[in-house]
């Protein structure tokens, strides 16, 4: 069973260095147990985070410890009558070939309704993060107008495609013409601005001339304060992530428009999508009928390579190397 474990914390951007991989033999199940078989891993912004030794919403991830990390898998032998041997589930398994559960957090994949990197992505957290990012902590109501950044991501592709089945007119930010050309082509985007093209500010001025009710922010830094410039009256900033400032080794400084907020009776509102796991069902039945339907279009990025192309395919993410959802191959069965 070979694993990824934590060799040393970085300082900035994750490298060779911060991990190692591990051997040792495949875990069998105890009572009320399975042991899964790891097809496809998660890579996710957030891991960067929690390698930090830094009081956060979930604690470190420990040196020597396996990378942290959701997946889905084939259950390979069970003591758990939930899960039985044959099943797909999805749950926190880590950067691995093989992981023991309990069966806590994890989830019974239909394959049916979408293949099993599907459930990683628009079914899987990302999926849940722009549905309750949006409607919960943005309060989208049809006619607004939506920002989001990050937007040919995982959470920012979902995200787009719910603003506009609920009649908004929405806007994206991502990096270069491809990207773009996809959110306004394929995905149904109002406009996409390519930030790497050009300042943010003059683009997002002619793309939404009468200001923004929603910027769904995934990136922070100079994108945060461009858009925090354009908000209207009562809007809201739904606080999703900050990738851009993932890596600094220095603090970052804080948005200069921040009075904006004031000037507009704005809120900005931080969110964690782990919180919203008691509505989860409301969530995945509309992102359901959503795929089922056609409404919205998945997209998932899969990388092969197994547990030893993790340290490199993680940091995709930071070169902006991945359209849709990042995905791993770990092992074939
Ligand atoms: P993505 O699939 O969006 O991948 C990250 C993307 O970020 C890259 O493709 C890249 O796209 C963009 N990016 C990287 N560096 C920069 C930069 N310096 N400036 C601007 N854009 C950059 O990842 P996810 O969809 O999984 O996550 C998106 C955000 O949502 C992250 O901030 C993540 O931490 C957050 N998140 C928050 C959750 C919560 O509960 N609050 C849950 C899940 C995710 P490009 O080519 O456009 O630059």
Not at 69 to 85: D, I, K, L
Not at 105 to 114: F, H, I, R, S
Not at 124 to 135: C, N
Request: negative net charge; proline residues 5%.
């Amino acid at each position: 069973n070979r694993q990824v474990r934590l060799a040393k914390r970085p300082i900035g951007r994750p490298d060779d260095s911060t991990w190692e991989i591990a051997s040792e033999p495949i875990p069998d199940p105890s009572d009320g147990e399975f042991t899964v078989q790891v097809d496809y891993a998660s890579l996710d912004p957030a891991m960067r985070g929690w390698l930090d030794d830094v009081k956060s919403y979930v604690p470190p991830v420990q040196i020597g410890e396996v990378m942290r990390a959701h997946a889905v898998g084939r259950v390979v032998a069970s003591r758990n009558r939930q899960f039985p041997e044959g099943q797909l589930v999805s749950g926190q398994f880590g950067i691995q070939e093989f992981a023991v559960s309990d069966g806590r957090g994890a989830l019974v994949v239909d394959e049916t309704l979408a293949p099993a990197p599907t459930w990683l992505g628009a079914l899987g957290f990302p999926g849940m993060t722009a549905y309750f990012g949006l409607t919960d902590v943005g309060k989208l109501e049809k006619g607004d107008v939506v920002l989001i950044s990050g937007a040919a991501g995982a959470v920012g592709s979902i995200a787009g495609q719910i603003a506009k089945l609920k009649g908004a007119t929405v806007i994206g930010i991502a990096g270069g013409r491809e990207k773009c050309a996809w959110l306004t082509e394929e995905l149904g985007f109002d406009a996409a601005i390519d930030y790497k093209a050009g300042p943010v500010g003059r683009a997002l001025r002619a793309a939404a001339p009468d200001g923004i009710d929603i910027y769904f922010d995934n990136v922070g830094g100079e994108i945060l304060d461009a858009a925090l410039g354009r908000l209207r009256k009562n809007a809201r900033v739904a606080l999703c992530g900050a990738i851009s400032g993932y890596n600094a080794t220095d603090p970052q400084p804080g948005p200069s428009r921040y009075l904006s907020l004031l000037v507009n009776r704005a809120s900005m509102t931080g969110f964690i999508v782990f919180d919203y796991l008691d509505r989860f069902a409301e969530g995945m039945e509309a992102m359901s009928d959503w795929i089922r339907s056609g409404d919205i279009v998945t997209r998932e990025q899969v990388e092969s390579g197994g547990v030893e192309a993790f340290g490199r395919t993680l940091t995709m993410l930071f070169d902006g190397a991945n359209t849709g959802k990042l995905v791993l191959k770990i092992s074939d069965n």
